[in-house]
């Protein structure tokens, strides 16, 4: 057992020192509650609100420091960020308006702010690719992990992601690192946009799929590859496979098949599960 402590000790020492993950996760918790929940009479208060930025600046203070090798960038770091912070809050803001105003069960946009998953998704990969656009790309990952914990949708902060982009339900939604998507879509639960190769030299291409403004992808859906284009104003039905480009107005569906049964032989499936 020594020498496997002695592994262990040997490895570490060649590892950057981290912040324990719960330390992130709450300065997001916090962030998050700030811009968009309104639980305490004081929080409308602008001292208040003040004074709980210029806390959390500390707080990404601090998570820079950890997550650069060199701290004389870190005040710019943090500067660039907090500077940013106002136009990722509109982005998010009109985001969940978009949510709200797409899904008929949302009866307020309180709702959305408070309870919807797929609107905290969203937000936190607003921040984390703002930290990704930054190179602080362990803390962006981290970051976005954090909300794929919490919500079962997986946004890689590397993604590019238009305006007024809703997801429903959300459950097993993943997007890629190099997806990009316009402005004004909606995705479904289970939707994939993904790579056609994981091969490790293809790292720095894009392998995954462009989805132009105004589409609609449904449920459990996969989309792959770097050259695909889903062009504007298509749908995209639910379960379909698609690794090639289709063009603007687009329908892609299954089509499905109903027979009724009669005194004729019904035929064997080829396909049968339970």
Do not use: C
């Not at 982009?165 to 909606?186: C, K, L, M, P």
């Not at 989805?211 to 449904?218: H, K, P, S, T």
């Amino acid at each position: 057992m020594n020498t496997f402590y002695q592994d262990i000790a040997k490895q570490h020492q060649n590892l950057m020192i981290l912040p324990k993950k719960k330390v992130i996760h709450l300065f997001i918790d916090e962030l998050f509650a700030v811009l968009f929940s309104n639980t305490s009479k004081s929080n409308g208060d602008l001292l208040t609100i003040q004074n709980k930025f210029e806390e959390l600046e500390k707080q990404f203070d601090e998570l820079v420091i950890d997550f650069t090798l060199h701290n004389e960038n870190r005040s710019q770091q943090t500067k660039t960020f907090f500077e940013a912070l106002p136009n990722l809050y509109r982005k998010a803001l009109n985001d969940a308006e978009t949510i709200f105003a797409k899904d008929p069960a949302a009866k307020s946009l309180e709702e959305v702010l408070y309870t919807y998953p797929g609107f905290f998704a969203i937000a936190v990969y607003r921040f984390s690719h703002q930290i990704w656009q930054q190179d602080l790309k362990l803390l962006a990952r981290t970051i976005s992990e954090y909300a794929h914990i919490k919500t079962s949708i997986e946004i890689h902060p590397g993604a590019q992601i238009g305006n007024d982009f809703a997801i429903d339900h959300g459950t097993g939604i993943v997007i890629g690192e190099t997806v990009v998507i316009g402005n004004n879509v909606q995705i479904y639960q289970g939707v994939t946009l993904g790579a056609l190769s994981v091969k490790k030299e293809e790292a720095f291409v894009k392998r995954h799929p462009t989805i132009e403004d105004n589409v609609i992808i449904y449920s459990n859906s996969t989309i792959l590859g770097g050259h695909t284009i889903v062009g504007r104003d298509s749908i995209i039905g639910g379960s379909v496979w698609l690794t090639h480009s289709i063009a603007s107005n687009s329908v892609v569906y299954h089509k499905n098949e109903i027979r009724v049964k009669d005194n004729n032989p019904f035929p064997e499936p080829i396909f049968y599960s339970i």
